[in-house]
């Protein structure tokens, strides 16, 4: 499969080493950035491009990899599904719902397929905190706590797209928490209901990107949950990404005896009042995967094209992280717990 990668940042990147890492299966055609320093990295070794057009009308390709800013989203994933390619876009899918559908029409009406990269779900902590729970080890799940914070200032500069909430669709939580957000409907389910406390107190950030937030949640399933982040910390403390609380165990994932993965202590595992986290083997649940999620991302999206099955990330699957972000940043908006 070749594949043609617009966007050559941090996240463009990855889906190059993601792409040499499955030579066999994929091959790197074309590539694409504004910055001309970017691109003559790549020259003699595949097809490059700075003119979006130009990159459109000449590469040969059978995927577009779309690594660019939030604004161009559905512009581009629109124009490259019109144009008979697949499409493996970055998160967030688009800014707003009406953006993911018009992305998702491209895609059934030229019956190519669109994936998101929502690579938590393709992390092995992430597949076998899922399989864990959906196993029943924890019990019945009772609340959740997910956080994520960074210093933006550390790696996007002062007038960058990402604090225009206008451009990026908000501020931390679409342009930082998106992962966690998407994983929590991934591994414990959907949210029925939100309360939403955001901050504007950052000086770089305009039209309404939040600096920082606090989500209260309540799933289907009952469960409550909290989402905190922030791309404005001083300096982030690293508490983990996850906590799950069942009533017959806790598991979450971040640091611990100087290790960062995923831990458990359930009833299951022992009985013992004092005894403590159990690392959890993530192979057993994910089976064949490697630590870097774009690689198994990758794969994954080869598999769904080749088999003509919907990928785990799809457009009809993520859109349901985007309603639920418009969820949080209305209830935001009015001061309001609102459900759905």
Known sequence: MKFGIVGLGWPGQQHVQAIHAHESEAI????????????????GKCDTFTDIDRFFAEADMDT????????????LAVRALNLGKHVLIEKPMARTSEECKNMIDAAEKNNKTLMVAQNWR????????????????????????????LNFRDAFPKGNWIYNGELAGGGA?????????????????????????????????????????????????GALGHLFTGYTPFFPPDNGMLQVYGDKGTMFFGPHQGETGLWIRSAKRSVNPNAGYERVDEAKYAAGLVEHPQTNQLKHFIDSVNSQTRPESDGREIIK?????????????KGTPLKK
């Not at 790197?28 to 020259?43: G, Y």
């Not at 577009?64 to 512009?75: D, F, G, R, Y």
């Not at 597949?127 to 799940?141: P, T």
Request: aromatic share 10%; net charge negative.
């Open 321 to 333: 992280t985007i309603e639920l972000v418009e969820m949080m940043y209305d209830s935001g908006n």
């Open 173 to 221: 939580i679409t342009s930082l928490a998106i992962h966690n957000v998407d994983a929590l409907r991934f591994i414990i389910g959907e949210v029925e209901e939100v309360y939403t406390n955001q901050l504007y107190t950052d000086d770089w950030s305009t039209n309404g990107a939040e600096n920082w937030a606090m989500v209260q949640m309540k799933f289907e399933n």
């Open 122 to 149: 393709y992390q092995p902590w992430c597949i076998a905190a899922k399989a864990i729970i959906e196993s029943g080890e924890l019990g019945n799940i009772q609340a959740v706590r997910t956080e994520w914070l």
């Open 64 to 75: 577009v990899v779309l690594a660019v800013p939030h604004q161009l989203h559905e512009t």
């Open 28 to 43: 790197l055609s074309a590539v694409c950035d504004l910055d001309e320093s970017k691109v003559k990295a790549f020259e």
